[in-house]
């Protein structure tokens, strides 16, 4: 480990640091606006310069390893020179834009330029301007504010994996862009954002509306997908202004889906603010209590096995958790959390849940993906894969939907009957998974959601036990699941692992007449001839498809409106906070559960938010431990049977549209027509 003097301090640091990172571990402070940790090295600012003895002329520390014996200056006056002349360049052309710039507040160059500037320019010749490119609904592009750091640019290259971005021109005329006239298709874009120095990319949807200062900041999680990314809710008032990512090095790295991010204007719209009560076949307004003598009344007498509940794919542990007791003091034990008929095992945690972990992908060397796009299902995830792909040494096939999945991969098509091939060993990917030391397999909800599932989880299972995914410390098999209440849903018994009727055994007992009442918590996507005459209890927080066949609503919080528990796809339980209240009359899920019980004369046995906690480490111990992987257990699972040729897919095809929030966002139905009518036309995927 090579020994350096930075500022008159000796420090040892690892070989291969560079001289910036040395300097951050001893302490020295260092400018810089092209530098990232998570981005390759471009030298690009050279804000970061310093002084090293011995050498010619001042070194760009970003870019320059650490060597044994360097003696380093970060303090000097020729740095501070450096430092100011720099920075004199940088704003050669630089708009003074800070009074309008959404970036002010929490801009790079605005704090670099009071710490390290000079306060005067001598420039007086006319200032270059750059016309405004269109980047996306999403991206709002001032590009005169641009110091080509080229972080996007790496960004786009490296994270992202579109390669969208480039520099066009040269010299003074050099200019950042999209080369074509074309919005950024990546899912990722808005990291974007996040990542550039000075204003000129902000948030589309954000300008204008707020100041940096005026924002009240609230640590949460992500439930869009089932990544469980960590976010920071920024609100003011009883508004939702802005989610921007949180640092999770295991889960989300400093990254967030454009979804996540940007679908937090649909929490304003379409909501359900008061409960409703179907009379003469219309829905009208009605109070609580009215809400809840309506359910009394149709529910007094009932015999268990007539009632049934589904919970959706935002639903949190805590309501669920309420609900299931409640169902099982009204003497029904039909309750399922897998919305879209998932094949998964309830009674067996590793048989649903992504065992290897999502760090885990880093070290891994054979993926095979199987009936899954994780671009559209997990952005996030997907550009771990990435990541892991281009250190080198990394195999991927799929078998399933194809697509640009944005690094290389075999393509196997989308029969699954080449799973069978694989399990036999005739495939030319069984070689590849059997010399592969970490091999891994992606298991997608939309294999899963098909008539044949069970029998394609039998067949990745034998391929998990087969070809070494499974040994000492490593589980390779892996199911991707979409939805943010699944896992947590399974954990706590919410399935029909006790002996009720599962998802579809539910919808045809509804069609049936078998079943009178069922309660949807926040369960959208049914569809209503199914339903028959079913007498239907919505719980959610947004008039969608469930709210418009109910025959009574009660208004629920969306996930920035309570307190309340996930766990994400790699089996990681995770709290969101309040960020806001909910609007009008609109409650807390877990509470309306509870409140229910009391006039149906089946009162359950908490009444704080703490106590439905407990009950919850009852039903599984998991729920006592926070962000903290446990191994499941790997016992057998799944049921052989014969696999139909039916293609695999992904069960998602508009990645901007998937749950309630994200379709009552204006932005999010601005990014579908911008982006799903390309995909059309061009009969891409993704």
């Known amino acids: 480990m090579p020994k350096l003097t930075i500022d008159g301090t000796e420090i040892e ?81 630089h708009p003074l834009d800070c009074p309008i710039c959404d970036q002010g507040g929490e801009c790079d160059l605005q704090d670099q330029a009071m710490t390290y500037g000079t306060g005067i320019s001598r420039y007086t010749e006319t200032k270059r301007a750059v016309e405004n490119k269109n980047f996306s609904p999403l991206i709002r592009g001032v590009m005169t504010r641009c110091i080509h750091c080229t972080r996007c640019v790496r960004f786009a290259n490296e994270i992202a994996g579109t390669g969208e971005l480039g520099g066009v021109f040269r010299g003074e005329h050099l200019e950042i862009g999209t080369y074509v006239d074309k919005a950024i298709s990546s899912e990722l874009s808005g990291n974007m954002i996040d990542l550039c120095p000075v204003g000129a990319l902000t948030s589309a949807p954000y300008a204008f509306k707020a100041r940096p200062w005026e924002l009240k900041k609230t640590e949460s999680v992500d439930v869009l997908d089932a990544v469980g990314a960590n976010i920071r809710v920024d609100t003011r008032g ?52 009215e809400a809840f003598a309506a359910i009394k ?60 972990s999502i760090a885990g992908i880093e070290e891994a060397d054979a993926v095979l993906i199987i009936g899954s796009n994780p671009r559209i299902e997990a952005p996030v995830l997907n550009a771990r894969i990435r990541k892991r792909y281009l250190k080198g040494g990394l195999a991927v096939g799929v078998v399933g939907p194809s697509t640009d999945l944005t690094y290389k991969h075999d393509y196997f098509g989308d029969d699954p009957a080449v799973l069978a091939q694989i399990v036999s060993g005739k495939h030319a990917f069984a070689k590849v998974l059997k010399k592969a030391k970490k091999p891994m397999l992606i298991l997608g909800a939309g294999a899963l959601m098909r008539a044949d599932g069970a029998a394609i989880l039998a067949a990745a299972k034998a391929i998990a036990d087969g070809f070494g995914l499974i040994a000492e410390g490593w589980n390779g098999f892996n199911v991707l699941q979409t939805a943010a209440s699944r896992v947590g849903g399974l954990d706590i018994g919410f399935s029909s692992k006790d002996g009720g009727l599962d998802t579809a055994g539910i919808l045809d007992a509804c069609g049936d007449g078998k079943i009178e009442v069922l309660y949807l918590l926040a369960a959208d996507g049914m569809e209503a001839a199914k339903l028959g005459d079913t007498f239907i209890i919505y719980q959610g927080h947004h008039g969608d498809s469930g709210a418009h066949m109910a025959d009574v609503i009660l208004p629920g919080a969306a996930y920035t409106e309570k307190n309340a528990t996930y766990v994400n796809t790699e089996g990681r339980v995770q709290r969101g906070q309040l960020a806001v209240f909910a609007p009008g009359q609109a409650k807390e899920d ?97």
């Open 13 to 93: 640091v690892e070989a291969g640091l560079t001289v910036l990172q040395a300097c951050e571990l001893a302490g020295a402070e260092v400018p810089r606006f092209c530098y990232h940790e998570r981005l390759p090295l471009s030298g690009n600012c050279r804000m970061c310069l310093v002084e090293m003895e011995r050498a010619p002329k001042p070194v760009a520390s970003c870019c320059m390893p650490v060597g044994e014996g360097m003696v380093i200056h970060t303090n000097t006056e020729k740095v501070k020179k450096m430092r100011e002349a720099v920075m004199e360049f940088l704003l050669i052309n």
């Open 238 to 289: 009883g508004e939702v202004l802005r989610i921007v990512p949180r640092l999770h090095e295991d889960v989300n790295e400093e990254w967030l889906g454009d979804k996540s991010r940007f679908a937090c204007d649909g929490l304003g719209r379409q909501r359900l603010d008061q409960p409703y009560v179907k009379k003469d076949g219309k829905l009208l307004p009605a109070t609580w209590e």
């Open 297 to 356: 009344a149709k529910v007094d007498g009932l015999a268990g096995s007539k009632i049934a509940a589904l919970a959706g794919d935002t639903a949190d542990v805590e309501a669920m958790t309420a609900l299931k007791d409640l169902l099982a003091k009204l003497g029904s034990k039909n309750v399922d959390c897998r919305q879209e008929g998932s094949a998964v095992d309830p009674s067996v945690r590793a048989s649903y849940i992504f065992n290897t």
């Open 590 to 686: 877990w509470a309306i559960v509870r409140a229910l019980s009391a006039v149906l004369g089946k009162t359950l046995g908490y009444d704080t938010l703490a106590q439905v906690r407990a009950r919850m480490v009852e039903l599984n111990p998991i729920f006592a431990t926070l962000d903290e992987l446990q191994p499941a257990e790997w016992v057998d699972f799944g049921v052989a049977g014969d696999i139909q040729s039916k293609p695999l897919s992904s069960h998602i095809r508009n990645y901007y549209m998937t749950d309630p929030i994200s379709r009552a966002s204006e932005t999010m139905a601005a990014c579908t027509a911008e982006f799903m009518v390309e995909t059309e036309r061009t009969g891409t995927d993704g």
